[in-house]
């Protein structure tokens, strides 16, 4: 007797497997294949704040740039900050003299280990602008570059920053 062979050297066809069968073998495979997966670490944890690309005390003035995410270790919480987005700058160009001041719309990204959300800012050409956010008292201290006429890109702009408890 040859295995896998009929008498006549041609291979033997076996039946195709019962749909409910395909069905079982199918269901065992993803059951195995998610046990698998759960012993897998990827090494990343579910929940985890990104790097920060600094960090500073409370009360120390640093810059931050579209894109830069800051970290201000409180008394008993910490603080993430980030530049979410620069509205309209509608702050008088220094070389020129404007009935209306003017000022740069800022967002910023938030978030303690209670709570995230945004502030909007409008911070004028004298730089000073204040928001609160979950006992974090931030101030916007100045914004460079000055108003110009001409258009500034989002990377140019540098906001002086500072982070108290209030």
Known sequence: MKIGF???????????????ARRANALGLLFLAGLVTLGCNTGATPGALPAPDFQVPLGTAFPLRAGDLGYVQGLSDYLYISVQSLGADNRCPAESACDEPGFLEVFLELETSESQGAVRLQ???????????QGFEIRILGAAPAGRATRILSTEYILLVTVSVR
Request: glycine share 8%; proline share 23%.
């Open 123 to 133: 911070v004028p050409p004298s730089g000073e602008a204040v928001a609160t956010f």
């Open 6 to 20: 009929e008498t006549t050297g041609t291979p033997r066809m076996h039946p195709m497997p019962r749909p409910r």
